[in-house]
């Protein structure tokens, strides 16, 4: 398992604020699968605001996006 990258994208999970989902009670926004993040909101706009969250904490920490 990538350590590295569980810390680095652990830190993007705490701080992404904003709405999210609602699955059996439980609330979702971000879901992780290997590399690869899965924002989940229920409005256009709580996306873009929780995509730009990520954006500025991705940059802020200088990762490498693709």
């Known amino acids: 398992m990538p350590y590295i990258f569980v810390i680095y994208v652990d ?23 290997a590399a690869d993040i899965l924002l989940l909101v229920p409005s256009v706009h709580g996306l873009q605001f929780l995509f730009f969250t990520v954006l500025l904490l991705v940059k802020k920490n200088y990762y490498n996006i693709r």
Do not use: E
Request: net charge positive.
């Open 11 to 33: 830190r993007i999970v705490d701080k992404a604020t904003g709405q999210g989902c609602h699955i059996q009670y439980t609330g979702v926004r971000i879901l992780l699968y």
